[in-house]
């Protein structure tokens, strides 16, 4: 089965409805052979892809995964980059601020760890989480320290959506290409997930209390959502919404789609000069002697 990318995208200007958007389809592969073998192809496109990346020194990419918890961004991480080399690709996890970031903008302690040129930078939860988890929960955003005016949640939704496209438009015009990525679980599977961490002791480390707590606030995490991936889908920078019920199929739409966005950018390897190559010559007649 054929993926097309344009079939996850949400298209600028459009409202989102996640009931109108799937969290399964139909497999596509045919058996876990097949599976493995066509993510070891996108796999072989991305190495090759972030060699160039390197080499041309051009632009940067970011990678940014938002879920809903147990929805797969580890994993999707894990297997979509496993041969891309480590020394130029970074991952970030983004939690609860530290008392030093609350004390600078929203927007801070993200954009330190924005990749420079050449390199593949990769948020878990970023910059985002400060439209969905804080809106969620009140307490946090009141803990961040606001001026009362900035404190208006009839107006700071709308105003953080704009900082963000602003500064996804700058740094997009600036070389960094950025990959948004929704992996859309359904509530009963997370339910399913959530007891085979509890059912298999390797995977209890992965489990809290908090986890089946935040499943309480799931319709107003879907509303968020919707509301976040509504307004801030741009033709230049849209969001992706992956179905993420079955892992292996997310896997492979994630890095099919990470891999049109490379080929898009037609890079190439440096053409050398007519001074760089009468240094190699002579760099030869060195190592000839």
């Known amino acids: ?27 596509l592969c045919t ?20 060699e160039l990346l390197f080499a041309s020194n051009r632009h ?12 797969g961004k580890d994993g999707a991480i894990k297997h979509v980059m496993s041969g891309v080399n480590p020394q130029g690709c970074q991952v970030f996890s983004f939690k609860h601020p530290s008392p030093a970031e609350l004390q600078h903008d929203f927007l801070w302690r993200t954009t330190r760890d924005l990749p420079e040129r050449g390199q593949i ?20 955003l009141r803990s961040e320290g606001l001026p009362d005016a900035a404190l208006d949640e009839t107006q700071i939704w709308n105003s953080r959506y704009r900082s963000i496209v602003d500064l996804e438009r700058h740094l997009h015009a600036n070389g960094t290409r950025i990959v948004k990525f929704f992996l859309h ?15 298999e002791p390797q995977k209890n480390w992965k489990f809290s209390l908090a986890d089946i707590e935040e499943r309480k606030f799931w319709a107003q995490y879907m509303t968020a959502y919707e509301e976040c991936l509504s307004a801030t889908s741009t033709q230049d920078i849209p969001w992706y919404v992956v179905p993420a019920d079955d892992k292996d199929n997310a896997r492979l739409i994630v890095s099919q789609i990470v891999v049109e966005i490379f080929e898009d950018l037609k890079m190439s390897f440096p053409e050398a000069n007519d001074a760089r190559r009468a240094e190699l010559l002579e760099i ?3 190592l000839s002697k």
Not at 35 to 47: D, F, G, I, M
Not at 63 to 70: S, V
């Open 185 to 199: 679980l359904s509530k009963e599977e997370q339910r399913r997930r959530f007891l085979e961490r509890i059912d």
């Open 31 to 50: 058996s876990k052979k097949h599976y493995k073998a066509r993510l070891e192809k996108h796999v072989a496109h991305l190495s090759a892809q972030q």
């Open 121 to 140: 930078g990769i948020f878990n939860r970023s910059y985002y989480e400060e439209v969905l988890i804080a809106r969620v929960h009140p307490e946090i």
């Open 60 to 71: 940067a990419m970011l990678l940014i995964f938002q879920a809903m918890d147990a929805a």
């Open 284 to 286: 030869r007649k060195r």
């Open 1 to 27: 089965m054929k993926i097309r990318s344009k079939d996850f995208r949400v298209t600028a200007g459009v409202g989102v409805d996640l009931k109108k958007w799937p969290t399964d389809m139909k497999p």
